[in-house]
């Protein structure tokens, strides 16, 4: 089966796993999402990750889902920009998720990063998801 949006599968799989309370979700791997995991990970909704190889050639993501006090860190993780749907932000544009508690997740010229991050070194571009 392939998959058309491997973030938005990404951002389900994750969902889906603290809905159930599992320790980890294990998601196709592309540089998309881990450069997206890599900004969850440094904002602390998840407690890391790592790319292993299933068979040969197909690579996999395990992503160490974190908890407080027995309920998910991600409340709630929203997949903004779509394949048939882009949506695209200025830097004077850019609004604060939540009044600034969540965070948006953003594909910059200069990478992936968070709001706050795009906010510092002044740049706006495709908002990839919201996280809360």
């Known amino acids: 089966m392939a998959l058309t949006d491997l973030l938005a599968d990404a951002l389900t799989r994750i969902r889906n796993g603290q809905l159930a309370k599992h320790a980890f979700a294990t998601v196709p791997s592309s540089k998309l999402v881990k450069?997206?995991?890599e900004v969850l990970k440094d904002e602390g909704y998840i407690l890391g990750y790592?790319?292993?190889?299933?068979?040969?050639?197909?690579?996999?993501?395990?992503?160490?889902?974190?908890?407080?006090?027995?309920?998910p860190v991600i409340n709630k993780i929203v997949k903004v920009s779509?394949?048939?749907?882009?949506?695209?932000?200025?830097?004077?544009?850019?609004?604060?998720?939540?009044?600034?508690?969540?965070i948006c997740i953003v594909s910059t010229p200069k990478g992936v990063m968070s709001d706050?991050?795009?906010?510092?070194?002044?740049?706006?571009?495709?908002?990839?998801?919201?996280?809360?």
């Open 35 to 37: 450069d997206v995991l």
């Open 50 to 71: 790592e790319e292993f190889e299933q068979k040969k050639g197909i690579n996999l993501i395990k992503i160490d889902l974190k908890y407080y006090q027995g309920q």
């Open 82 to 102: 779509t394949p048939g749907r882009r949506i695209y932000t200025q830097i004077k544009k850019m609004k604060k998720y939540f009044g600034g508690l969540g």
């Open 116 to 132: 706050d991050k795009a906010r510092k070194h002044h740049v706006g571009g495709e908002i990839l998801c919201n996280v809360f």
